[in-house]
């Protein structure tokens, strides 16, 4: 075989790059079924066709027997005998995948056992011809030139062919040395341009005719012998060669004799083992041209399926035996036709004949080489080639090459011309020159990048075949669509993908389109689609890829992420369905309830996920149970220089690639307080809603964080603790500092400097996979292009960085790798963010609780005093024409409902403003002692929920509760009962008697009264006392426990509030309820906000009765109604 | 070439010399690329505490390694006669910190003896021997002994 690495090596290169586009031909030719399309079976004939010209050349005996089968099936193809039924083209597929895996394995190529290919294919070729023109598929003749020289072992279907179709057939000589290799020519160039005028059957080289060094009589000659067939007439043949007559044989039926086994195996040398992989396939099927021999049924077509059954029927051929044990590169070719009177057993039974109809596309596992082998940068399995791999050399665009060039050229100039700037100090030609570096350098990083870009089709258009095996197989049928093939994408990149591409592709396969009467019961299509899409956005090449089958079950991969221990029920119950889908993103996770050889072999999706990431790409998956899944790919154009973001701690930049970067954000130094929090150990900051862990940049990578002192401009070590720790007095407001408050004390000037814009807070958002946090940075600086290079060994376990890249002042700078940030940092999952951002809510939330919540309705009194009054007391609020109001006996009313309605102001009560004069008035309306009232305001009226938090001290007086600051502003609480007992004491008189008469009797009663609220404490107090109760109040509900059971003697009541800390109201009435001395007592409970959840426990705990803390009313009478 | 490298280099090797505290150790001069005073490193955080930091060399990524803390005695103090030596080790670049630089010596095999084990609170396992000259003794650094991580 030929060693010539550098002719083998364009030969193999160009043989792959004709197999490449095979696939999706012959599955076109499938599809297309009887109406082939003639160019594409072209197309596929004269890959097939130039492989094995080539390889005659180069005595690859393998590859040349088996591209001679294929082509010859596909000569019936393309001259409509033969219809490309699935089946064949299984075998077909699978024939060309052997030429491809031969082609990588080159070297060991002649070696390759490929007889099982070649006999299924040898079958369907037969299986067109009538039976007595069988033989000579599998029959070769050799050709006896004039002078005796023999051109052995000539398929003789092909030189039949080549005859029937009114060819000539020539057999030409060139001469290696002088006709090729001296006028520069290449033996391949010279094959190819041999195909356009017609067939080659057959070429090799004579090495017999050469001699040896010590043959005196040696030919000065190498002949390359190429047998042609050509419709062009012998007297043109010669200018079409090139070469003179005596070279051009015209090959006749005279000239050919059966080839015949002894004289073969003696004039075939050693070395040239030419029809090595033809003769195997006729040893193992041949041919049975016996007249006795009954009709193999393998010749009709029409019968398929029963044609293995007679073979088997017959019996073994003696000879058999011995044909096999002839070395193998001279093994035996089968009796020739011109010997017809030789008894030639029927084939052997245990033949290794592929039947064409009962032929299956190899398991799932045999394709899967194919992804390697396209994938030509891995060296998986390139073990045995001594050669460079095929394809390590790339295809570049001429116009590229020139572009660039032309690029190099001009550098070149810029370069003389900046020296020259340099030399003669001139300023503006220096400038000059630099500008026209700065455009050529971006221009040919750009020209550079576009070299190494591929188009993505070269990994897209393998999935057609592999949804098409994988389905087969599987009993499905799929459609698969693909789009955006021309979409490109750094080489690297290109061959990385393929691994987790193929993955997922293969997963919706296998888990995600169901069988298609699944789908039909689920009144879907019968056929499932799987589109694979690429597309450009944001700078990034997306990948989707989409089925329409059954989808993720969240409930599913929850549960059985809780089987494999990889999360517990209780962490597990607090994730949303799309955090449980993304599960299956965690290593060790694979949901295939049955593993299969398709997918689930344990590998799982993390793996996909790692893979991924090492590319800088994101995976998002979106998936509707009984829908379909959408997986999403997020890939970076290039590896090599990547936009990223530069930021600052302490005196350092860091590189923050853009793809890991969401947003940036800064926070106010004012807003910090109420956006950042602390939840356990962690910060978290609240943005849109959500909460999202913080990390700080400086903690995690242990920088001694500084700040630079105002005043004097000195560097000074950062004190703060946290994030969301101000240091600063003002913000204490217990107004106790601690001691590093106290260090700087002094060198705070007036302005305090944390109120300084420097001391906003700086955010980078970044994303890598699943993980999503925050970055606390000290300074947010420019978006720059980076080119990422390593970082020495010494620094290999520094996981936080991805390498590092040379800043424009020509420092270092470390490019940070966001997700290995995270794991620093113990920030495992988005999911773990979430449920700390969860507890951080509920932590809120109990916060919340734990003060008193109250409904407020809020509105002025004239421009600047606001007020606040109790919802519930509330009736209505209206708006009515000044002109209305009605003064009567020194009282304002309006008609109202068909009655009068009396109307005051504030300021009849309380020291407050009057309102002003206006034209319309808005009124709000009240009902006191069943009676209706309307307290004029200032609008805007605004019903708010809170947290009380009354000063009742200050601003306290008559109408006036408290104050409390709501919204920023002193808000007055107004007493409504104070109000109206002020104004309309007659509305009480009826109870003032009431109640002057129980005061005797109420004397002895008493309440115990718990509640943490200093405020609510007095208010309700006073109400129980101003009715003549004894109160003993309790500061919560321990309190409150020890003192019933210290005094239950002479406690009559309990009232109690329900949120108190330490013991709540529910547990308080639980124990009491629960304490057989002491469940005779009524419980009262006091709330703000009565929730059903609320009112149902506490009738389960035995709470008697509920009330609203400031409906002083209704509470009074529940008393009473409990005491007298 | 492979079978007695070491003793090649020793009988003709030429040593640069120069200060690790007090101590004066030697390489042999053709496994350095160049010594320079550039200090502008790049601080890396999380790195181990014997590397000073990263540094750009005309494009490439140096680590400079602290040698008087990479050899067990106390770091570098930083003075103006500060040196970077940049060796090469493996294929890339590694920076050595030294005090300073002393002169080029010839090294002579009869005068070379096995390291002891501990040369003024260094490890006898970094040195491949040393050298006694008329007034110093000079400890010949293994480099890449010194190198690993």
């Given at each position: 075989?030929?060693?010539?690495?550098?002719?083998?090596?364009?030969?193999?290169?160009?043989?792959?790059?004709?197999?490449?586009?095979?696939?999706?031909?012959?599955?076109?030719?499938?599809?297309?079924?009887?109406?082939?399309?003639?160019?594409?079976?072209?197309?596929?004939?004269?890959a097939a066709h130039s492989i094995k010209g080539g390889a005659g050349f180069m005595g690859l005996t393998t590859i040349k027997g088996l591209a001679h089968s294929l082509e010859n099936v596909l000569d019936l193809i393309r001259n409509k005998e033969l219809v490309p039924t699935p089946n064949r083209i299984s075998v077909l597929l699978t024939g060309f995948d052997k030429l491809e895996s031969l082609m990588q394995n080159i070297q060991t190529s002649n070696d390759e056992d490929v007889s099982d290919i070649t006999d299924a294919l040898a079958n369907i070729t037969k299986s067109t011809l009538a039976e007595d023109k069988q033989d000579?598929?599998?029959?070769?003749?050799?050709?006896?030139?004039?002078?005796?020289?023999?051109?052995?072992?000539?398929?003789?279907?092909?030189?039949?062919?080549?005859?029937?179709?009114?060819?000539?057939?020539?057999?030409?000589?060139?001469?290696?040395?002088?006709?090729?290799?001296?006028?520069?020519?290449?033996?391949?160039?010279?094959?190819?341009?041999?195909?356009?005028?017609?067939?080659?059957?057959?070429?090799?080289?004579?090495?017999?005719?050469?001699?040896?060094?010590?043959?005196?009589?040696?030919?000065?000659?190498?002949?390359?012998?190429?047998?042609?067939?050509?419709?062009?007439?012998?007297?043109?043949?010669?200018?079409?060669?090139?070469?003179?007559?005596?070279?051009?044989?015209?090959?006749?039926?005279?000239?050919?004799?059966?080839?015949?086994?002894?004289?073969?195996?003696?004039?075939?040398?050693?070395?040239?083992?030419?029809?090595?992989?033809?003769?195997?396939?006729?040893?193992?099927?041949?041919?049975?041209?016996?007249?006795?021999?009954?009709?193999?049924?393998?010749?009709?077509?029409?019968?398929?399926?029963?044609?293995?059954?007679?073979?088997?029927?017959?019996?073994?051929?003696?000879?058999?035996?011995?044909?096999?044990?002839?070395?193998?590169?001279?093994?035996?070719?089968?009796?020739?036709?011109?010997?017809?009177?030789?008894?030639?057993?029927?084939?052997?039974?245990?033949?290794?004949?592929?039947?064409?109809?009962?032929?299956?596309?190899?398991?799932?596992?045999?394709?899967?080489?194919?992804?390697?082998?396209?994938?030509?940068?891995?060296?998986?399995?390139?073990?045995?080639?001594?050669?460079?791999?095929?394809?390590?050399?790339?295809?570049?665009?001429?116009?590229?090459?020139?572009?660039?060039?032309?690029?190099?050229?001009?550098?070149?100039?810029?370069?003389?011309?900046?020296?020259?700037?340099?030399?003669?100090?001139?300023?503006?030609?220096?400038?000059?020159?630099?500008?026209?570096?700065?455009?050529?350098?971006?221009?040919?990083?750009?020209?550079?990048?576009?070299?190494?870009?591929?188009?993505?089709?070269?990994?897209?258009?393998?999935?057609?075949?592999?949804?098409?095996?994988?389905?087969?197989?599987?009993?499905?049928?799929?459609?698969?669509?693909?789009?955006?093939?021309?979409?490109?994408?750094?080489?690297?990149?290109?061959?990385?993908?393929?691994?987790?591409?193929?993955?997922?592709?293969?997963?919706?396969?296998?888990?995600?389109?169901?069988?298609?009467?699944?789908?039909?019961?689920?009144?879907?299509?019968?056929?499932?689609?799987?589109?694979?899409?690429?597309?450009?956005?944001?700078?990034?090449?997306?990948?989707?890829?989409?089925?329409?089958?059954?989808?993720?079950?969240?409930?599913?991969?929850?549960?059985?992420?809780?089987?494999?221990?990889?999360?517990?029920?209780?962490?597990?119950?607090?994730?949303?369905?799309?955090?449980?889908?993304?599960?299956?993103?965690?290593?060790?996770?694979?949901?295939?309830?049955?593993?299969?050889?398709?997918?689930?072999?344990?590998?799982?999706?993390?793996?996909?996920?790692?893979?991924?990431?090492?590319?800088?790409?994101?995976?998002?998956?979106?998936?509707?149970?009984?829908?379909?899944?959408?997986?999403?790919?997020?890939?970076?154009?290039?590896?090599?220089?990547?936009?990223?973001?530069?930021?600052?701690?302490?005196?350092?930049?860091?590189?923050?690639?853009?793809?890991?970067?969401?947003?940036?954000?800064?926070?106010?130094?004012?807003?910090?307080?109420?956006?950042?929090?602390?939840?356990?150990?962690?910060?978290?900051?609240?943005?849109?809603?959500?909460?999202?862990?913080?990390?700080?940049?400086?903690?995690?990578?242990?920088?001694?964080?500084?700040?630079?002192?105002?005043?004097?401009?000195?560097?000074?070590?950062?004190?703060?603790?946290?994030?969301?720790?101000?240091?600063?007095?003002?913000?204490?407001?217990?107004?106790?500092?601690?001691?590093?408050?106290?260090?700087?004390?002094?060198?705070?000037?007036?302005?305090?400097?944390?109120?300084?814009?420097?001391?906003?807070?700086?955010?980078?958002?970044?994303?890598?996979?699943?993980?999503?946090?925050?970055?606390?940075?000290?300074?947010?600086?420019?978006?720059?292009?980076?080119?990422?290079?390593?970082?020495?060994?010494?620094?290999?376990?520094?996981?936080?960085?991805?390498?590092?890249?040379?800043?424009?002042?020509?420092?270092?700078?470390?490019?940070?790798d966001v997700s290995n940030l995270a794991q620093m940092a113990d920030l495992t999952t988005m999911a773990e963010a979430e449920r700390t951002a969860k507890a951080a809510r509920a932590a809120e939330e109990a916060r919340e609780k734990a003060r008193d919540k109250a409904s407020l309705l809020l509105f002025k009194n004239g421009e600047s005093e606001h007020c606040a009054a109790p919802l519930h007391l509330v009736e209505r609020i209206e708006r009515i024409p000044v002109s209305s109001i009605e003064k009567v006996s020194g009282k304002k009313v309006v008609q109202y409902r068909g009655g009068a309605l009396p109307l005051f102001e504030?300021?009849?009560?309380?020291?407050?403003?009057?309102?002003?004069?206006?034209?319309?008035?808005?009124?709000i309306v009240f009902t006191v002692k069943n009676r209706e009232l309307g307290l004029m305001v200032t609008p805007p009226v605004d019903a708010i929920e809170l947290s009380l938090d009354i000063d009742d001290s200050t601003l306290k007086q008559t109408g006036i509760n408290g104050s409390m600051i709501i919204d920023g502003h002193t808000t007055l609480l107004v007493d409504i009962f104070d109000v109206v007992k002020t104004l309309n004491p007659s509305w009480f008189e009826e109870d003032a008697a009431a109640v002057a008469a129980a005061i005797e009797d109420n004397r002895q009663k008493v309440i115990l009264f718990a509640e943490d609220?200093?405020?609510?404490?007095?208010?309700?107090?006073?109400?129980?006392?101003?009715?003549?109760?004894?109160?003993?109040?309790?500061?919560?509900?321990?309190?409150?426990?020890?003192?019933?059971?210290?005094?239950?003697?002479?406690?009559?009541?309990?009232?109690?509030?329900?949120?108190?800390?330490?013991?709540?109201?529910?547990?308080?009435?639980?124990?009491?309820?629960?304490?057989?001395?002491?469940?005779?007592?009524?419980?009262?409970?006091?709330?703000?906000?009565?929730?059903?959840?609320?009112?149902?426990?506490?009738?389960?705990?035995?709470?008697?009765?509920?009330?609203?803390?400031?409906?002083?009313?209704?509470?009074?009478?529940?008393?009473?109604?409990?005491?007298? | 070439?492979?079978?007695?490298?070491?003793?090649?280099?020793?009988?003709?090797?030429?040593?640069?010399?120069?200060?690790?505290?007090?101590?004066?150790?030697?390489?042999?001069?053709?496994?350095?690329?160049?010594?320079?005073?550039?200090?502008?490193?790049?601080?890396?955080?999380?790195?181990?505490?014997?590397?000073?930091?990263?540094?750009?060399?005309?494009?490439?990524?140096?680590?400079?390694?602290?040698?008087?803390?990479?050899?067990?005695?106390?770091?570098?103090?930083?003075?103006?006669?500060?040196?970077?030596?940049?060796?090469?080790?493996?294929?890339?670049?590694?920076?050595?910190?030294?005090?300073?630089?002393?002169?080029?010596?010839?090294?002579?095999?009869?005068?070379?003896?096995?390291?002891?084990?501990?040369?003024?609170?260094?490890?006898?396992?970094?040195?491949?021997?040393?050298?006694?000259?008329?007034?110093?003794?000079?400890?010949?650094?293994?480099?890449?002994?010194?190198?690993?991580?």
């Open positions: 075989m030929i060693e010539d690495d550098e002719i083998l090596q364009m030969y193999i290169e160009e043989s792959l790059e004709h197999l490449s586009d095979i696939e999706s031909d012959l599955l076109t030719i499938e599809g297309e079924g009887e109406n082939i399309d003639i160019d594409i079976v072209n197309n596929v004939f004269r000579i598929i599998t029959n070769t003749v050799n050709i006896i030139l004039q002078d005796g020289r023999i051109f052995p072992s000539v398929s003789q279907y092909s030189i039949e062919q080549a005859k029937n179709e009114g060819k000539y057939t020539y057999l030409v000589e060139y001469d290696l040395i002088k006709d090729i290799h001296r006028s520069n020519k290449n033996p391949i160039e010279l094959l190819d341009s041999l195909e356009k005028t017609g067939n080659i059957i057959d070429s090799r080289i004579d090495f017999d005719s050469v001699g040896t060094l010590g043959d005196q009589s040696a030919s000065t000659r190498i002949p390359f012998q190429i047998l042609f067939a050509s419709i062009l007439e012998p007297d043109m043949a010669s200018t079409l060669f090139d070469l003179a007559d005596e070279y051009i044989h015209v090959v006749t039926d005279e000239m050919l004799a059966p080839s015949n086994e002894p004289a073969e195996t003696e004039s075939i040398p050693e070395a040239m083992p030419t029809l090595a992989a033809p003769a195997t396939t006729t040893s193992a099927e041949p041919p049975s041209p016996s007249p006795t021999e009954t009709p193999v049924t393998t010749t009709q077509p029409s019968r398929p399926a029963s044609e293995q059954n007679p073979q088997q029927a017959a019996p073994k051929p003696i000879s058999e035996p011995a044909h096999e044990d002839v070395t193998k590169p001279s093994v035996p070719t089968a009796p020739p036709v011109a010997q017809p009177q030789t008894p030639t057993p029927p084939p052997p039974a245990q033949s290794k004949t592929i039947n064409e109809k009962t032929y299956q596309p190899p398991p799932a596992k045999k394709p899967a080489p194919i992804p390697q082998k396209s994938d030509n940068d891995s060296d998986g399995d390139g073990g045995t080639m001594n050669i460079s791999k095929p394809m390590g050399s790339l295809r570049v665009n001429v116009n590229l090459l020139d572009t660039l060039m032309n690029l190099a050229g001009e550098l070149v100039l810029s370069r003389n011309q900046l020296i020259q700037g340099i030399n003669s100090s001139n300023a503006k030609a220096t400038e000059l020159s630099s500008q026209r570096i700065d455009m050529i350098t971006s221009e040919l990083q750009e020209a550079i990048m576009r070299t190494r870009m591929q188009p993505i089709a070269n990994v897209f258009n393998k999935f057609t075949r592999v949804v098409r095996d994988l389905s087969r197989e599987l009993g499905k049928s799929i459609d698969l669509m693909i789009e955006g093939k021309e979409v490109e994408l750094d080489k690297t990149i290109i061959e990385s993908i393929n691994d987790p591409l193929t993955h997922l592709v293969r997963n919706s396969v296998d888990h995600g389109i169901e069988l298609p009467q699944e789908r039909e019961a689920k009144g879907k299509k019968a056929t499932g689609t799987i589109a694979l899409r690429a597309f450009h956005d944001a700078g990034q090449v997306n990948i989707l890829i989409s089925d329409d089958g059954k989808g993720l079950d969240p409930e599913k991969i929850a549960a059985a992420a809780v089987k494999k221990g990889l999360m517990s029920e209780q962490q597990v119950s607090e994730l949303s369905s799309k955090e449980k889908i993304d599960l299956i993103l965690l290593p060790g996770f694979s949901t295939a309830e049955k593993v299969t050889d398709v997918s689930g072999r344990g590998v799982g999706m993390d793996v996909v996920v790692t893979n991924l990431e090492k590319l800088g790409g994101i995976i998002e998956i979106d998936s509707t149970t009984g829908k379909g899944t959408d997986i999403q790919i997020k890939l970076p154009l290039t590896l090599a220089i990547i936009p990223s973001q530069i930021i600052s701690v302490g005196n350092e930049k860091y590189a923050i690639p853009q793809v890991n970067l969401d947003e940036l954000l800064r926070i106010p130094a004012s807003q910090v307080k109420e956006r950042i929090e602390k939840v356990g150990d962690a910060d978290v900051v609240r943005l849109r809603g959500n909460l999202l862990p913080l990390l700080n940049l400086a903690e995690v990578l242990g920088i001694q964080k500084t700040f630079i002192h105002p005043d004097d401009n000195k560097e000074y070590p950062d004190q703060r603790k946290s994030v969301a720790d101000r240091r600063s007095a003002k913000y204490n407001k217990d107004g106790s500092e601690d001691n590093n408050a106290e260090v700087y004390k002094d060198h705070r000037s007036g302005e305090d400097r944390r109120y300084r814009s420097s001391s906003a807070i700086n955010i980078a958002v970044v994303s890598a996979g699943t993980h999503k946090y925050g970055l606390v940075v000290d300074e947010l600086r420019d978006s720059e292009e980076i080119v990422v290079k390593p970082l020495g060994r010494h620094l290999k376990r520094c996981s936080g960085y991805a390498g590092a890249t040379i800043m424009g002042d020509g420092k270092v700078a470390l490019i940070l504030l300021s009849q009560v309380a020291n407050v403003s009057k309102l002003p004069e206006t034209e319309q008035q808005e009124i609220s200093a405020f609510f404490r007095n208010q309700v107090k006073g109400f129980m006392a101003e009715e003549g109760y004894s109160v003993i109040t309790a500061e919560d509900g321990e309190i409150a426990w020890n003192l019933l059971k210290e005094r239950h003697h002479e406690i009559d009541l309990v009232v109690t509030d329900l949120e108190m800390p330490n013991m709540d109201g529910f547990e308080l009435t639980n124990k009491i309820k629960s304490d057989p001395t002491l469940t005779h007592f009524k419980v009262i409970a006091l709330t703000s906000l009565a929730s059903d959840a609320h009112v149902k426990k506490g009738k389960e705990v035995g709470i008697d009765e509920y009330e609203i803390k400031l409906d002083r009313e209704n509470l009074m009478k529940l008393i009473r109604q409990y005491l007298n | 070439m492979a079978a007695n490298p070491k003793k090649i280099q020793e009988n003709n090797a030429e040593l640069a010399t120069f200060y690790v505290g007090k101590a004066l150790c030697g390489i042999d001069i053709l496994s350095i690329q160049e010594i320079n005073k550039h200090f502008e490193v790049t601080t890396v955080p999380q790195a181990p505490d014997y590397v000073v930091g990263v540094l750009n060399l005309r494009g490439r990524i140096v680590t400079i390694l602290d040698l008087g803390k990479k050899l067990g005695l106390s770091q570098i103090r930083s003075n103006k006669k500060n040196r970077n030596i940049i060796v090469r080790s493996q294929d890339e670049l590694v920076g050595l910190m030294v005090d300073s630089i002393s002169d080029v010596v010839t090294s002579d095999q009869d005068r070379i003896e096995p390291a002891p084990s501990n040369i003024s609170g260094m490890k006898g396992k970094f040195f491949r021997g040393v050298m006694k000259t008329q007034n110093a003794l000079i400890g010949i650094l293994d480099i890449e002994e010194v190198l690993k991580e």
